[in-house]
């Protein structure tokens, strides 16, 4: 297990059974400090896909974030994660963004064209959510959440 997946893991425990603050702190500054390049690394091997597919599916999420969220609030996304613009420009390429992405519908669909089954595709959102709130804090997490319906 690479020590992103370990990281995301132990995140992901300390959330659902609501472990001491102090431990799960540690942990996202652990994440934050390894940068948005952590974010494919944690989903690509917790999901066990295709680190392209992961990319581009994070900038389909963050181009959806982009269209349904106020300015201010996407600013507050862009300021939180490094690198969301290779992302987007991820998915551009894999033509995720050939309709605009304004529905978490539309993403899941657009994430099946570049060959996420829908298995993947179902566990794909919330952990990418989560993995997004490792590296950019709690607040960003609560604000995508609702996107993906969560």
């Keep these: 297990m690479t020590r992103m997946a370990a990281i ?3 995140v992901l425990a300390l959330m659902t059974v609501g472990t001491a603050q102090a431990q799960l702190g540690d942990l996202l500054d652990q994440a934050k400090e390894m940068g948005g390049d952590s974010l494919s690394s944690m989903l690509a091997g917790t999901l066990g896909t295709d680190s392209d ?3 581009g599916g994070l900038g389909g999420l963050f181009e959806l974030a982009k269209n349904q969220l106020s ?4 600013a507050k ?3 939180a994660i ?3 613009s290779g992302y987007v420009d991820k998915a551009r390429s ?3 963004l050939d309709l605009p992405l304004n529905s978490a519908e539309g993403l899941t669909s657009a994430l099946g064209k570049i060959g996420m089954d829908p298995d993947t595709v179902q566990r ?3 952990a ?3 993995a997004i709130g490792a590296v950019g804090g709690e607040p960003i997490r609560q604000m995508l959440l609702p996107l993906v319906g969560g």
């Design 128 to 130: 990418a959510v989560d």
């Design 94 to 96: 894999m033509g995720l």
């Design 124 to 126: 794909f959102l919330p």
């Design 82 to 84: 490094p690198g969301v």
């Design 77 to 79: 996304v862009l300021e």
């Design 53 to 55: 597919a992961v990319e």
């Design 8 to 10: 995301f893991l132990g």
């Design 71 to 74: 300015g201010d609030d996407y």
